[in-house]
């Protein structure tokens, strides 16, 4: 029996909200960053898309405004932006979020007013995680800076809460001075090749990141891809097995006097992001475009090359209007096979509204999709619900490193003891070896054939004729698969269960007792 609308409803809203976040890109570092790191109503307030939109509708010229200290630019962009207009876009609105979701009384009061109520709360980086639900997040970490990169080295925090990437726009961009900084942090005077591959190697043992990042646009990317070192930089991620992020589509300082509130979008060219995916097959490339023309093809593309996984919804994109749209597409075409968002927030605070803002787009969208299945006949559980979501957003830092869109190099064994030993065999020997993830439905495969490290196949009416020992990157076990067997195959699998306790009773000295 299917669920009515409003358990649907109520049961996806509860699963939306009980799921853990793993927010893949930000801009955030904890408060040991000291400097480096932004919280609180002044640094919300000061954030790009206020200052943009404040600009571009505010008798203030670009100047004036970045003449004034924080707290008065702040001050102004409360005073203009929530008082004197109606806060209706959706940066204001992030800003009303999180005041209503701090219990702030924000109405007919003025900057100080408010200011003085947040800083009453005096939240800390733990307390915001937890109000956003957000388990653990991935930084920016730019190597080719002094300044962040010696706080990065010297300070201790939590870093399953607070995980890195690898930001490599410099080493492509800016080759010969990226160059010099990783000549003097290694103290190596050697070739350009041997000190990129030293340099990265002592990044990647300071810092142990989730995945390397390059920004581009249309004018830069092919110049990029181009580049003497990219071939030297692929090798290197594709034998610690990193995934490049790839951000697509951003054209910076398209008014210049704006600062960071001026760069704008651009098309990229995606045939070369094709090239690239049929040029190193074995490298995992993360990809998300600025520009909502690029977004049908990037679509298509993720369809045709396993090696790909799109995430989230970047910068100018990470609007509710777009976000649904494009969501629906990805949808269409890709199932839940992709990641569905990461909060790209600068702010520590914006954790709370960003990932409230698209929790509320994504049970929308969900519950039509979810109530038109229902309609054919396809029996829809809280279970069923439970293995969507998490999957499609949520995903540790071993998994993160390990798959792409439609498993990338990873085979996925869904089943009892023969597919388990069958697909074991098939990843271990395949391309020399992939990895495999075991997610057993019988109990004889959960005790025995998926965690047994025994993989192989019959031959000649002979069992487990060939084969090899080799582990699985990951065993998934749910109980729940349980209520679907019926009593033999839960007999077989007490029997394996009992098998050892057997075996040691034989073995025993008959003087004692079991």
């Not at 990037?298 to 609007?319: C, D, Y």
């Not at 006949?377 to 869109?405: C, V």
């Not at 064994?413 to 020399?432: C, E, H, Q, W």
């Not at 065993?475 to 306790?501: C, H, M, Q, T």
Request: with cysteine.
């Amino acid at each position: 029996m299917n669920m009515s609308n409003q358990e649907l409803s109520n049961t996806l809203e509860a699963v939306i909200n009980n799921t853990k976040i793993f927010d893949i890109h930000t801009h955030l570092f904890p408060s040991a960053f000291k400097s480096h790191s932004l919280s609180g109503f002044i640094n919300l307030l000061n954030y790009h898309y206020l200052i943009a939109e404040l600009l571009t509708n505010a008798n203030i010229s670009a100047d004036k405004f970045y003449s004034l200290d924080e707290i008065n630019k702040a001050k102004l962009i409360w005073e203009e932006l929530f008082q004197n207009r109606t806060p209706i876009s959706e940066a204001c609105k992030g800003v009303l979020t999180v005041l209503q979701k701090l219990d702030i009384n924000y109405n007919k009061k003025t900057f100080e007013e408010v200011n003085n109520q947040y800083e009453n709360k005096s939240l800390t980086d733990e307390e915001i995680l937890q109000l956003s639900n957000v388990s653990s997040l991935v930084m920016t970490n730019n190597p080719f800076d002094n300044d962040e990169w010696n706080l990065y080295k010297n300070n201790d925090w939590d870093r399953n809460i607070f995980q890195s990437s690898l930001r490599l726009d410099d080493l492509i961009i800016n080759n010969s001075q990226a160059i010099e900084v990783a000549k003097n942090q290694t103290k190596i005077n050697q070739k350009q090749n041997d000190i990129v591959i030293n340099y990265l190697d002592s990044c990647f043992l300071i810092s142990n990141p989730v995945y390397a990042a390059i920004s581009a646009n249309s004018d830069n990317f092919k110049e990029i891809l181009n580049d003497p070192l990219w071939k030297l930089i692929l090798s290197w991620l594709n034998e610690k097995n990193i995934p490049l992020s790839l951000m697509l589509g951003v054209k910076r300082a398209v008014n210049s006097s704006f600062g960071l509130a001026g760069d704008g979008i651009g098309d990229i060219n995606l045939k070369e992001l094709s090239k690239l995916c049929n040029s190193f097959p074995e490298n995992k490339f993360l990809v998300t475009c600025l520009s909502l023309n690029d977004q049908h093809e990037l679509t298509v593309l993720a369809r045709k090359h396993p090696n790909l996984k799109i995430f989230g919804f970047w910068w100018f994109m990470n609007q509710p209007s777009i976000i649904k749209i494009v969501l629906k597409m990805r949808i269409d075409m890709l199932g839940l096979s992709f990641i569905p968002q990461h909060s790209d927030a600068r702010v520590t605070d914006q954790l709370i509204y960003k990932w409230s803002h698209f929790k509320n787009i994504l049970h929308e969208i969900l519950y039509e999709y979810y109530e038109d299945i229902s309609k054919k006949n396809f029996e829809l559980s809280k279970f069923i619900i439970e293995r969507d979501i998490p999957d499609a957003g949520k995903l540790t830092t071993d998994e993160l490193q390990g798959i792409s869109q439609k498993s990338c190099s990873v085979l996925k064994n869904l089943g009892g003891g023969v597919i388990t030993d069958m697909g074991g065999f098939i990843a271990s020997t395949y391309k020399r070896g992939i990895d495999f993830i075991n997610i057993p439905t019988t109990l004889l495969s959960i005790v025995d054939a998926s965690v047994g490290s025994k993989t192989g196949i019959n031959y000649d009416s002979l069992k487990n004729q060939i084969g090899t020992f080799t582990d699985p990157k990951l065993v998934i076990i749910d109980d729940k698969y349980l209520d679907s067997l019926d009593d033999r195959n839960k007999i077989s699998g007490y029997a394996e269960i009992f098998k050892p306790v057997s075996y040691t009773h034989l073995t025993l000295p008959t003087n004692r007792e079991v």
